[in-house]
């Protein structure tokens, strides 16, 4: 049953010129897809004034925004093989019941957001039952880094890819895949905000001395993460204190590993302050004069925030024996959106204390390196910038074209 729209002030189809309602099927695998869905959701009811229905997958704040979900997110969204293999028989349960449900409705468009472990598979399914039902992925597999043969095979199953990264077009062409629409990464939407974010708050709680630099830690939101890099990041500050360096220490930490990360203090010689939420841990990347940071989304995070990063990470012995299946010059993301690596990246058996010392004690103070990390993180927003619009609006703009027109279009597919 497709539900009502949430704006019920405007006729459906009061005028002959008016468009027909919208029925969309959505599907989220994760808490991070139900934020990027819902955002999405709400461009598209600004821009058909509310005359879209929506079924499919999604949590919280999709479900805020209109859609009916078929089941719990809960159901499906978990990380990692040994979250998952204990849940198998669930989600591939789910996966299927997801696939009746969109081919029941018969959408104008699907959109699969992320999560591609779940998503492509229902995606797959879908196609091969519904053909002409234009199929949408919001968020590109990085096929740019790993395993590329994915690209052409999507083009079996995917007309669209709508990407977050700039560079993720030109890779999908160069790869075979289906044709890909840079829309805009959802930071970019935060940079007003944080530019007008006040840090003054964070300063009087942690008692922040002004006269000495703010070294943010983040050593990841995954216990594997913590695990691995909490013993050589302690370490490596124990060392700059021996150099005379005694940066004021912030370690913005992700709920789920915070006990984890408290536990792991035990062996630290530096008392760091340890902050929680959005807003703190920005104001830490705005107040730091550094970063020592674990690869991933919050290379960006940082570089939009402008601060200076020695970026590491450690992975277990077998992934480490895969990197040669790595097909990018870098793995922080700040450096392949920039085309250079402007950003150290301090891997594997280098990710020691001594080198991870010597890369933020060049961050800490005034040199030649600091200086042209400065100059390349004042490059970064205009490389993530749209030429209009916010990425939810730019998203939703693609969504829109195929639901409206696509299957005309994939009649001819």
């Known amino acids: ?42 461009a598209l009811n600004a821009a058909r004034k509310g005359r879209v229905h929506y079924l499919g997958v999604g949590g919280e704040e999709m479900e805020r925004e209109g859609l009916a979900s078929q089941f719990p997110l809960s159901d499906v969204a978990v990380m990692g093989p040994m979250s998952i293999l204990p849940r198998l028989p669930r989600i591939i349960s789910r996966v299927h019941r997801t696939v009746d449900a969109a081919i029941a409705a018969e959408p104008d468009a699907v959109v699969i957001i992320d999560a591609p472990e779940f998503t492509h598979p229902i995606a797959k399914r879908i196609r091969k039952r519904a053909p002409l039902i234009p199929i949408i992925d919001y968020v590109s597999p990085s096929v740019w880094a790993w395993r590329p043969g994915r690209a052409a095979k999507m083009k079996r199953y995917v007309d669209h890819v709508m990407a977050l990264l700039p ?15 840079y829309v805009g990464h959802p930071l970019i939407e935060r940079l007003a905000w944080l530019r007008n974010l006040d840090t003054s708050s964070l300063v009087e709680r942690a008692q922040l001395n002004p006269a000495r630099p703010v070294l943010v830690v983040l050593p990841g939101s995954r216990t594997s993460e913590v695990t691995r890099l909490m ?3 302690g370490q490596a500050l124990e060392l700059l204190k021996l150099r005379g360096l005694e940066p004021q220490v912030i370690i913005p930490v992700a709920s789920g590993v915070r006990k984890l990360v408290e536990k792991r203090l035990s062996t630290w010689t530096v008392n760091p302050s ?6 703190d841990k920005f104001r830490a990347f705005k107040l730091a004069n550094a970063a020592l940071a674990a690869s ?11 601060t200076p990063m020695v970026v590491a990470y450690k992975v277990d012995g077998i992934a480490a024996r895969l990197r040669f299946l790595l097909k990018v010059p870098s793995v922080v993301l700040a450096n392949l959106v920039l085309g250079e690596n402007a950003f150290p990246e301090i891997l594997q058996e280098e990710c020691t204390p001594q080198n991870l010392a010597d890369a933020v004690e060049l961050l800490l103070k005034d040199t030649p390196e600091r200086n042209a990390q400065l100059h390349a993180l004042a490059r970064i927003p205009q490389k993530l910038v749209l030429d209009w619009g916010t990425p939810s609006q730019s998203a939703a703009e693609v969504v829109l074209r195929y639901a409206e027109y696509g299957r005309d279009q994939a009649a001819l597919r």
């Open 296 to 306: 991933g989304t919050v290379t960006l995070e940082l570089a939009l925030a402008g």
């Open 167 to 181: 560079f993720e077009p030109e890779a999908h062409e160069r790869l075979g895949g289906p044709p890909c629409t």
């Open 274 to 279: 340890l902050v929680v939420g959005e807003e």
């Open 231 to 233: 013993e050589p990041f």
């Open 1 to 42: 049953m497709w539900p009502q729209p949430n704006d019920d002030r405007t006729p459906r189809t009061g005028s002959p010129t008016a468009k027909p309602d919208l029925r969309l099927f959505l599907v989220a695998g994760e808490h991070s897809g139900d934020a990027l869905g819902a955002k999405l959701m709400s």
